[in-house]
């Protein structure tokens, strides 16, 4: 879906910078702009290379540990914890996810979430998350694991991935210089 939002973005007009952004200064007047502060990495380079923008707007879509939203003091959230476990699978076990997706629900796997198997190209991906018990994240993944393994056999993972999910909108969403 980002890639999607992206590439409609840019068709309509909008200037795409491979960034990340390190600082915002407001405007100081009402017709100023604001300015965007980032490191570029649109040479393929690993270390970015400072920069700023002018912009007359900022869109915070940046995920759930925005920096746009630090800056501009959106307040804080709860949030739930999502790990999940990217396997590959034996090609007779990956045609039974084929058309389908799994998700499972018991207190072994989350006490407030569930547990899933979402099929990928060409692998699953085994999770879970909780909001109540983020430190007991690694248990509720051994539990979705030892359910789904019958399903998944003897995958070998490829990626690791944990993710915080937002539970609600910030407090503070917009900001009208």
Known sequence: ??????????????????????????????????????????TGSKVGTPAKIEVDCVIGADGANSRVAK?????????????QERMRIPDDKMEYYKDMAEMYVGDDVSPDFYGWV??????????????????AIKKYQDAIRSRSAKKCGDGKIIRVEAHPIPEHPRPRRCQVA
Do not use: C, Q, W
């Not at 800056?71 to 790990?83: K, L, M, N, P, V």
């Not at 979402?118 to 430190?135: L, M, R």
């Open 1 to 42: 879906m980002d890639d999607f939002l992206r590439r409609r973005a840019e068709t309509l007009g909008a200037n795409l910078v491979n960034g990340l952004m390190m600082g915002l200064d407001k405007p100081t007047t009402k017709d100023g702009m604001y300015t965007l502060h980032y490191n570029d990495y649109s």
């Open 71 to 83: 800056e501009i003091d959106a307040g804080e959230y709860d949030y739930a914890i999502a790990f």
């Open 118 to 135: 979402f099929p990928k190209y060409d692998h699953v991906a085994v999770g879970t998350g909780t909001v109540i018990n983020k430190k």
